[in-house]
């Protein structure tokens, strides 16, 4: 029986917070693989994935990378996160292609406030996942407690298959659940690795190792309608019946298999590996991809329709770019082929910028260094050269069938700084620069101020800037200035105004404009209910009678979304609020789209100043972890930064407390909490939406 190649295929990611050793689980799927012969270490700065130079002297992960490797006659094609907070758009872009991901939570810290971020991503794009508790041999290393930091903050049903051999400094192995194995490793696991040693359960540990296994039935039976058969027509579940039940459950997002180890150590990477070709999909296991039909192609089916296009290399070519690296050798555009096939020198369709494009080389991709593909098929995560126009999240598509697939969401900036060349003469330099930057990374905005004529760049936070302004210094060897940053204000309504008329009348000769517009403005929701990028906007026409035809409703709207632009307080773009278009009329003659859209726009924006408006401004929250003797001064710092303190908790290695503060407040805060504890604090962030401003602080 010939099966289908695809089957053999694995596309994740692995996610986590900061810390929780991502990188280091990737670089021992590397060796473990073959795929390496020497473990690079990410304090050492000798990683694979972690390639740029600020990485290796930040040690932590900015840039996506992918690898490719193969495992027990399976091709993994993986993908490195970053765990910062300010690089949440690459993780978006990332979790956008992939099938399934690993997410690595730290033993003795469990579920931290960035694994949480990205686990609510990974729900959105219904990726399945399975987790990997990972630093085992830290001293507080704790598995029970960091899977129900998971049951209760993630909200999934752990599955746990494995059970520890040993704890902190003596954990040396894990006993295998399902097939009630145990597998050991020896060594330092620093040095040298020695292969898994597998063997009967050690009896001190086979009483509890039954009492887990019965657990895992349990709780498989629960949720698994076949398993639960078998499990009351014998009692329990044969090791067939209960892997193929974990691998459902997976897939469907129901059940989430827990694994354990030590990465550094280089135990439990080996049954990570098994787990991810057990029980992730595999292109042909998630569903076809669905994108919107594209251009007229001269028949009658209707263009716009959404089509469904399999994972087969027969069918039509459908591909998303998802990252672009601007190089100064060229292009590179990483593509995630959901159907079809490329080969070398093909000619494509980019569907997004309505051109075509010829496919120069095709790279499997190893982090930075490539290997020269002829041809790649449907299911492939690669690298293609010589595409001009691909955005991340542009599609390429066949010519003779064009597609349009949905791109990946862009959060918008919250963070900016002016920037401007110390050279004058090098200013046609830093725009082409910041061009680049802005192709490779969609989150980052760079714009000229219409009043003060600098140019200002926008991104997610403090660190997301400090790294793009750094690659200019180092890539271009441009010398810049930077401004202070600045947060990104909101303006929203606080008490509307109801049957606001405004009139447009315009006579200069020939046809005249005429359009009048009665609104009702009114607050959408609360400020304190906000999310990432404010709370939106609402249209409704209430307008009886035909008073004012569609086609002008239509116009209303768009001039209504024009005066959002700019707030009458600062300028700011106006949000969370509902104009309902309650009356109007229309002339006869002088009537038009263009005069209707007009009236809209400066009716609104006369409404807004009429009514009472409030700034918003961007909070986070914050969670700092202290040595017990710095809480004080810790708690003191953040009131003085109108932090509100939501909780603390005693944890192994300080206290950890999580508060809730103004973004614009929290500049330079690494410095201060270094300062204040000695360099033994540390603090992450995520964004919480937005919050009403104090006057002072605008």
Same mark, same amino acid.
């Given at each position: ?50 390639? !740029? ?11 996506? /990378? ?55 991503? /990974? ?52 006993? !295998? ?51 639960? =058969? ?39 990477? =080996? ?18 991809? %669905? ?39 060229? %292009? ?75 791109? $990946? ?25 910041? /061009? ?5 990374? $969609? ?197 003085? %930064? ?19 503060? $103004? ?23 995520? $964004? ?11």
């Amino acid at each position: 029986m010939h099966t289908n190649p695809l089957a053999a295929v694995r596309n994740l990611g692995i996610l986590a917070h900061v810390d929780a050793g991502k990188t280091t689980v990737t670089e021992r799927i590397l060796y473990a693989t073959g795929t390496t012969h020497k473990r690079g270490e990410v304090h050492d700065g000798t990683t694979v994935t972690d390639f !740029d130079p600020q990485e290796r002297d930040r040690g932590i992960t900015i840039f996506a /990378a992918a690898v490719s490797c193969a495992w027990d006659g399976h091709r993994i094609n993986l993908i490195d996160t970053p765990g910062h907070v300010d690089f949440a758009d690459e993780v978006e872009r990332s979790l956008r292609v992939l099938d399934g991901a690993v997410a690595v939570f730290d033993a003795v810290a469990g579920v931290e406030p960035q694994s949480e971020s990205v686990w609510r991503q /990974a729900d959105r794009h219904g990726v399945p996942r399975i987790a990997f508790v990972n630093k085992m041999d830290r001293a507080g290393a704790e598995l029970d407690a960091a899977v129900a930091s998971i049951r209760e903050r993630l909200h999934p049903v752990p599955l746990v298959v494995q059970l520890p051999i040993g704890v902190e400094d003596a954990f040396i192995g894990v006993v !295998d659940l399902v097939r009630l194995r145990a597998l050991t490793w020896t060594g330092d696991g620093v040095a040298a690795a020695a292969a898994a040693h597998e063997g009967p359960v050690p009896d001190d540990l086979r009483e509890e190792a039954n009492r887990r296994r019965r657990l895992l039935e349990e709780a498989v039976a629960e949720l698994h309608p076949g398993a639960l =058969e078998e499990f009351c027509a014998t009692g329990s579940l044969g090791i067939g019946t209960l892997a193929a039940a974990l691998r459902d459950l997976t897939r469907s997002g129901e059940g989430v298999v827990v694994l354990c180890g030590s990465a550094y150590r280089n135990r439990g990477v =080996e049954p990570l590996l098994d787990a991810v070709i057990a029980y992730l999909p595999s292109p042909l296991d998630v569903p076809p991809v %669905r994108g919107t039909h594209d251009g007229d192609d001269g028949d009658d089916d209707g263009d716009g329709d959404e089509r469904e296009r399999v994972a087969d290399p027969a069918v039509p070519l459908a591909a998303l770019a998802f990252k672009v690296n601007a190089t100064a050798t060229g %292009r590179l555009t990483y593509l995630r082929l959901y159907s079809g096939t490329i080969e070398k020198g093909d000619t494509v369709w980019d569907a997004t910028a309505g051109r075509t494009e010829r496919i120069g080389r095709i790279l499997r991709v190893q982090a930075d260094r490539h290997a020269p593909l002829d041809r790649a098929v449907a299911g492939d995560i690669v690298a293609v050269v010589g595409l001009k126009s691909a955005r991340a999240g542009s599609t390429l598509c066949a010519p003779s069938a064009p597609l349009v697939l949905e791109p $990946p969401g862009v959060a918008e900036p919250v963070v900016s700084v002016a920037l401007e060349a110390l050279r004058g003469t090098d200013t046609g330099r830093l725009a082409s620069a910041l /061009a680049r930057l802005v192709e490779e990374d $969609p989150s980052l905005v760079a714009r000229t101020d219409a009043e003060t004529g600098q140019t200002v760049l926008s991104g997610m936070g403090e660190l997301h800037l400090e790294v793009a302004v750094e690659k200019i210094r180092l890539d271009h060897g441009l010398g810049v200035n930077v401004g202070r940053p600045r947060v990104s204000y909101r303006e929203t309504v606080g008490r509307g105004v109801s049957g606001f008329v405004y009139r447009h009348v315009k006579q200069d000769g020939g046809a005249g404009q005429f359009a009048h517009v009665v609104l009702d403005v009114e607050p959408l929701g609360t400020p304190d209910s906000g999310s990432g990028s404010g709370f939106g906007f609402e249209f409704r026409s209430a307008v009886v009678g035909g008073r004012v035809p569609r086609e002008y409703v239509r116009a209303v709207e768009a001039g209504c979304r024009d005066a959002l632009a700019e707030g009458p307080l600062g300028g700011h773009p106006v949000t969370g609020l509902r104009v309902t278009l309650t009356d109007g009329a229309t002339h006869v003659k002088d009537s038009s789209d263009t005069a209707f859209r007009t009236a809209g726009r400066f009716g609104l924006r006369d409404a807004l100043r009429a009514c009472a408006m409030v700034v918003l401004e961007p909070v986070v929250e914050v969670t700092v972890t202290v040595p017990e003797d710095a809480v004080g001064g810790v708690l003191g710092d953040l009131a003085a %930064r109108r932090g509100r303190v939501t909780g603390s908790a005693t944890r192994p290695g300080g206290t950890v407390v999580t508060a809730t503060v $103004p973004l614009a407040e929290l500049f330079g805060y690494a410095t201060r909490l270094r300062s204040r504890t000695q360099g033994r604090g540390t603090f992450t962030t995520r $964004p919480t939406g937005y919050a009403p401003a104090p006057v002072r602080a605008q």
